[in-house]
């Protein structure tokens, strides 16, 4: 693999139907959206817990045959095998060892809150359903009645990965206090990682409630970009004002700034934003080709 690469990172906008996808703290017969608020006005959320559990879940239906992915225990702990595992390689995670504290692996993907940017109470409905109790003979049908708040939003997400902590693992050691770099995996199955991650953010659906909701959550409007040097930088190419109009002139300085150290890919679903023939003709201006979402996506595949 090319040592060129160290980072490949994506930030897109995704716009939903009418959707509960995260359920915050409500009562025993609501189920509530989680929200944050910005300047005393509420918004929707999806936790980064919750985000990657679904791009785990959409990396693992890509699984082949000789391929293993963990499923956590009961306890939300993984194997530890991250060798053989493609959960605990590219997602982490912390094993309590009694005695010795930790095992802890960094997770070399990195997945944001998803915020939702236009606010709820403007865009939010309740519906109720019925949930059924089983009934003893002789008995009448008993069941509950829950409300469910649901919303219609754009939601700005994002996913970072460390491309040169994919297969790989730091090793430090006490006598000499040498630090080792080792791979346990050659290139050509770190590529295929790597690219199960990012078709995984193309077919993204696992998402909570989804029985009776049917969300699309893939990339509408997405920024992509494979980096010479490590950063988060383009999380900020993406800020829209209360009248769903992109920020052009923030747009054009992050795309500037990465320029100097990333080959960068945007791609646009039309009628999402408001302002979408401006956005097009910006990203043009500071020589950007416009393509679909799904390109961009193949365009940052590790061949």
């Not at 790597?194 to 077919?203: A, D, E, Q, S």
Request: glycine share 8%; with cysteine.
């Amino acid at each position: 693999m090319s040592n060129e690469i160290k980072g490949i990172e994506l930030v897109w906008l995704s716009q939903t139907d009418l959707t509960n996808m995260n359920s915050g703290e409500g009562g025993t017969n609501l189920v509530d959206v989680k929200k944050y608020a910005k300047n005393s006005i509420e918004y929707p959320y999806v936790s980064g817990q919750a985000m990657r559990h679904y791009l785990r879940d959409s990396v693992r239906r890509s699984l082949s045959d000789g391929q293993f992915m963990c499923v956590p225990n009961d306890k939300g702990e993984n194997c530890g095998e991250q060798t053989r595992c493609l959960n605990c390689d590219l997602f982490g995670y912390m094993l309590p060892k009694k005695g010795e504290g930790a095992g802890v692996r960094v997770s070399p993907v990195k997945v944001s809150t998803a915020m939702g940017l236009f606010p709820l109470e403007d865009n939010s409905t309740v519906d109720f359903l019925t949930r059924k109790k089983r009934k003893e003979e002789g008995e009448k049908a008993k069941g509950d009645i829950v409300n469910v708040e649901l919303g219609v939003n754009l939601y700005k997400c994002g996913v970072s990965i460390d491309v040169q902590r994919v297969g790989f693992i730091e090793e430090f050691n006490e006598d000499t206090k040498v630090l080792s770099h080792i791979s346990f995996v050659d290139d050509t199955k770190k590529k295929q990682r790597i690219n199960m991650v990012l078709n995984g953010i193309k077919y993204l659906t696992d998402y909570s409630k989804q029985s009776r909701l049917l969300t699309d959550f893939t990339p509408d409007i997405i920024l992509a970009s494979s980096q010479r040097i490590y950063s988060h930088r383009l999380q900020k190419a993406f800020e829209l004002d209360k009248n769903g109009n992109l920020n052009i002139e923030r747009f054009k300085a992050i795309v500037s700034d990465l320029k100097e150290y990333s080959h960068l890919y945007f791609g646009v679903l039309p009628g999402v934003l408001d302002n979408e023939n401006d956005v097009v003709e910006a990203a043009k201006a500071t020589g950007l080709e416009v393509i679909k979402p799904n390109q961009v996506i193949d365009r940052v595949l590790l061949a």
